[in-house]
């Protein structure tokens, strides 16, 4: 079936400690988006990578499309880093968007 | 400033009273749709709009309406609430298919 997963389901790090997030994507699923939901509830983007690498400061994601993953990787952390990281993905038949069930990070100081 | 914009932004109410949560954007975006999140379940799609009077059913339709007389809204109706519609509700919308997706700030609905 049509499936977006994360890995870890959660992760601790110290602060300044460096972080990879994985998602695994089924086949006919594209577009991916990576997106942040910070401690108030709000969503946002933080790449738009169907495929290749783009990095945003500390913030950097690779999508392997052919293998049907893509990582987010944080260098640096800090304390407002933590939140829940989603990737989600348009399912190519009929254009729903499928989110992941997340990776909560919590950054400590 | 490109938003997405959501109203109200908590609501609490009872069984059965009718309610509409609007969302506007003000970029022109032919795809909006809108989401639930549940803690455990992520966020699912109820319902999406490719473009004016066209809406589709995400994965979560039931119990929801929408509807789209125009580019920049696209309200969620609630006919008659129930408590397992008590979820944070976020709008978003992209200009198509191969564009992000922007969000608004959420709404955070009470049924009881």
């Known amino acids: 079936g049509i499936q977006v997963e994360q890995s870890p389901p959660d992760l601790i790090l110290q602060e300044g400690a460096n972080s990879t997030l994985r998602c695994n994507f089924s086949?006919?699923?594209?577009?991916l988006q990576w997106f942040h939901q910070n401690p108030w509830g709000q969503l946002i983007n933080l790449f738009y990578?169907?495929?290749g690498t783009k990095q945003n400061g500390r913030l950097s994601a690779t999508t392997v499309a052919t293998e049907r993953y893509s990582l987010l990787y944080i260098s640096s952390s800090q304390t407002t880093d933590s939140g829940v990281y989603f990737c989600a993905g348009v399912w190519n038949r009929d254009d729903k968007i499928i989110f992941g069930k997340g990776t909560r990070l919590h950054i400590l100081p | 400033e490109a938003q997405v914009t959501q109203n109200p932004r908590y609501l609490i109410t009872v069984t059965g009273k009718k309610l509409t949560v609007t969302c506007s954007q003000n970029?022109?975006?032919?795809?909006m749709s809108w989401y639930r999140q549940d803690p455990g379940l992520g966020l699912r799609q109820i319902y999406y709009?490719?473009?004016?009077?066209?809406?589709d059913k995400g994965d979560v339709p039931e119990g929801y309406k929408v509807s789209r007389k125009e580019k920049r809204n696209f309200p969620l109706i609630l006919e008659s609430p129930s408590p397992n519609q008590t979820s944070l509700y976020f709008c978003a919308s992209k200009q198509g298919l191969p564009y992000e997706q922007y969000f608004g700030p959420g709404t955070r609905l009470t049924v009881t």
């Open positions: 970029m022109n975006h032919e795809y």
């Open positions: 086949d006919s699923v594209n577009n």
């Open positions: 990578i169907p495929s």
């Open positions: 709009s490719m473009n004016v009077e066209v809406t």
